[in-house]
């Protein structure tokens, strides 16, 4: 009777991971084509539209600082400030320190790109450019779209929240600089300095989902990490052309994939430690985003494993 009993759940383990399978094949990754609209930004001043440049182009800025915000009205003044504060001082110090920031509208049904704007027109579209997505595309894809549209030698990406201090910059700054390898370096800022003190301040559920999401990102893709997640991640330029003209996913696992091509191609990830503090306001549901990346994340393995996605190696 035990023996039956082990020998049917086995075939279920099996059936089930053959449906979870079957429906990570079939699930729809669509990276929509870039329309006409979202190549230009407006100037608030002229009125005019301009269109933004190629990532494939040579840099004229030191730093690119993209933005994704979706639904980000209260949250993006306060992570625009923090942010302004950092350059400018750094740039009293350094005339050399050009930077853009690049605010992405992800479709957003209220007045982010109002907001945004405001301070293209206070600080010049040289300084702040704001691209409005005509849809949702998800994190993800508002990450891509803005640094296919960057100038900088350097391209980071900082959540609206604005949960990372942004002055840690200068430590994922001076990592990238120690570990660039033929221009090419990923550096990612890290929460794995706090995960103690956040479990013990987290359910025991919320804490099983969070070790049941690291073991299946290290099984099934990136290895030499522990935090994929922090959106806070510093670029070289040669290395974002590479990642993010194949990168398939554009919800909340894009980071993963990103992380997992840039593994594939041989480019240097390293981790660095940053003050990151919770924001209220998050959209984000845990149970079900738990649910929704580790599909993607077998989505991903699967479709890379199987050919279905394939990675260009060129350049390496």
């Keep these: 009777m035990i023996e039956q009993l082990f020998s049917a759940c086995i075939v279920l383990a099996i059936l089930g991971l ?19 609209n979202e190549k230009y930004f407006q100037d608030p001043i002229t009125k005019s539209r301009k269109q933004f440049p190629s990532l494939n182009d040579s840099h004229s800025k030191y730093l690119s600082v993209i933005i994704p915000a979706y639904k980000e009205v209260d949250r993006l003044p306060t992570m625009i400030k923090d942010t302004m504060s950092y ?7 350094d005339q050399s320190f050009t930077y853009e920031l690049i605010i992405v509208d992800d479709g957003s049904p209220d007045k982010t790109s109002e907001i945004a704007l405001q301070y293209s027109k206070q600080y010049g ?14 994190k993800g894809g508002a990450v891509r779209m803005g640094v296919l549209s ?12 604005g949960a990372t201090k942004f002055s840690d910059f200068t430590k994922v700054e001076n990592k990238a600089r120690d570990n660039i390898k033929n221009n090419n370096i990923v550096v990612c800022g890290s929460r794995r300095h706090l995960e103690q003190d956040s479990v ?26 522990r935090d994929t997640q922090c959106g806070f991640k510093l670029f070289s330029r040669e290395s974002a052309r590479r990642i993010f003209s194949q990168m398939h996913v554009e919800r909340w696992a894009f980071d993963v994939e990103v992380l ?26 845990p149970f079900t985003a738990s ?26």
Aim: hydrophobic share 50%; net charge positive.
């Design 125 to 138: 579209t040289d300084i702040v450019r704001v691209l409005t997505l005509d849809v949702n595309r998800g």
């Design 291 to 316: 649910i929704q990346m580790g599909i993607d994340i077998l989505a991903i393995w699967l479709r890379y494993i199987l050919g279905i996605w394939t990675i260009q190696r060129k350049n390496d």
């Design 87 to 93: 350059l400018e001082q750094r740039q009293a110090k």
């Design 260 to 285: 997992y091509i840039a593994e594939k191609l041989n480019i240097p990830i390293v981790e660095v430690d940053v003050n990151w503090q919770e924001i209220p306001g998050s959209k984000l549901d």
């Design 150 to 161: 960057a100038r900088g030698q350097w391209i980071l990406f900082a959540d609206a929240d």
């Design 18 to 36: 053959i449906v979870l399978s079957i429906i990570c094949l079939l699930r729809s990754f669509n990276m929509a084509a870039r329309s006409e």
């Design 200 to 225: 013990s301040k987290r359910s025991a559920f919320r804490t099983l989902l969070m070790y049941v999401f690291h073991f299946e990102v290290w099984l099934f893709a990136v290895k030499s990490i």
